[in-house]
C-alpha cells in the first residue's frame, strides 16, 4: 500500500469534518435567519440524499451481485430501528445499552446532558 493508499482515510476525515462544520456555519445562519429547525433538517436531508444516493448507485454498481437480497425482515428491522431509534429500543424492551454504544450511535449529544 503506497503513500496515497495511506493518507486516504485522513482526507476522508477531513473532508467529512469539513462537510459537517460547514453544515454547522450554514445551520447557524439559517437559524439567525429565523429559519425553522424542521424545515432546515428537511432540506439538509433532501440535499444529502441528492448527493449521495446517486453516487451509491454509481459507485456499487459492480458489487451488486456479490450482496444478498434484502428481505421483508431486514426491511421490517430498518423501519423499526429508523422510527425507534436504538436508544429508545432498550428502554422501551426493558434492557439499558451501554453509554459507549448510545454515544456512537448518537452524535454525541449526550455528552452534553
Known amino acids: 500500500m503506497g503513500s496515497v ?3 486516504l482515510p485522513f482526507v476522508g476525515m477531513v473532508m467529512a469534518e469539513c462537510a459537517q462544520v460547514g453544515l454547522m456555519i450554514v445551520g447557524k445562519i ?4 429565523e429559519m425553522s429547525n424542521l ?7 433532501a ?4 448527493i449521495l444516493l446517486p453516487s451509491s448507485f454509481l459507485i ?6 456479490q450482496r444478498p437480497p434484502l428481505t421483508f425482515s431486514i426491511l421490517s428491522g430498518f423501519f423499526l430501528l429508523g422510527l425507534l431509534g436504538p436508544d429508545d429500543l432498550g428502554r422501551r424492551f426493558g434492557f439499558q445499552s451501554r453509554p459507549v454504544l448510545s454515544l456512537s450511535v448518537s452524535n454525541g449529544s449526550a455528552m452534553a446532558a
Open 5 to 7: 493508499g495511506v493518507a
Open 30 to 33: 439559517a437559524m439567525s435567519k
Open 39 to 45: 424545515v432546515f433538517i428537511f432540506y439538509s436531508n
Open 47 to 50: 440535499l444529502a440524499s441528492l
Open 60 to 65: 456499487h454498481r459492480s458489487q451488486a451481485s
